[in-house]
């Protein structure tokens, strides 16, 4: 099977975790995208979605399907997203798509975090895939000098500016063995918006894209 193939397999599998007649949280990316298109067979089923970016929102409301204020929500059941890298544990690094603020806080208010991946996503330990940070642009350099000094090598993500306005620094080189620890250290420096290390809001259960099919982790 291919990369895609198993996306759109995973993406299908989390209907099962939806609640019908609740708002459901939506993550961003290309898997996520997969999730979206098999979520609309059941739109006329659920409450509506609370999106994690405009480009999750705007595909969401192409099928049709009602998009939520955050705000207006205090809880959600189920929130789906992917990740570009989970551990055994459950942590993953997010925001290849540049989302990871929005996604924190949609994961923030859900009661269970399903993540969908194939299994190129899968690792022992974090880190080889390039860590992003959310900054405000003025910080940029200040928290890459940061980050160099834990060890990464921060390179600013060129011509992207997030939703929320703010700058992504992708650090390379770091070998994350304490992801919680590192979450929290890094997301109190100043100009620090959010670090994509999701070791707090981590998965509660991972449905994992493979050859054999999917497999579920939890
Ligand atoms: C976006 C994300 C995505 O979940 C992550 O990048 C995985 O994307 P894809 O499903 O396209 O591989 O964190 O900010």
Redesign the pocket.
């Known amino acids: 099977m291919t990369q895609d193939e198993l996306?759109k397999l995973v993406g299908e599998a989390a209907l099962a975790y939806v609640v019908p007649g609740t708002v459901v949280g939506v993550?961003?990316?290309?898997?996520?995208n997969c999730f979206i298109d098999a979520l609309a067979t059941m739109k006329d089923r659920i409450a509506g979605a609370v999106s994690s970016?405009e480009k999750s929102t705007e595909r969401l409301r192409a099928h049709g399907i009602t998009v939520l204020d955050s705000n207006t929500v205090p809880s959600i059941p189920v929130y789906i997203?992917?990740?570009?890298e989970i551990d055994h544990r459950g942590h993953m690094v997010?925001?290849?798509?540049?989302?990871?603020t929005r996604?924190k806080i949609v994961a923030d208010t859900a009661e269970r975090f399903v993540c969908i991946?194939d299994e190129s996503?899968l690792v022992d330990v974090l880190g080889a895939f390039p860590l992003?940070v959310e900054v405000i642009p003025m910080a940029a350099a200040q928290v890459a000098r940061r980050l160099e000094a834990l060890g990464g090598q921060p390179t600013l993500r060129a011509g992207v500016v997030t939703d929320n306005g703010c700058h992504i620094l992708d650090v390379r080189g770091l070998r994350i063995t304490d992801p919680a620890a590192m979450e929290r250290d890094i997301n109190q420096w100043p100009g620090v918006v959010t670090v994509?290390i999701f070791a707090r809001n981590r998965a509660s259960v991972c449905l994992l894209g493979t050859a054999q099919g999917v497999k579920t982790l939890t």
């Open positions: 996306k993550g961003t990316g290309s898997t996520v970016s997203d992917g990740a570009d997010k925001g290849g798509g540049a989302a990871l996604e991946a996503k992003p994509g």
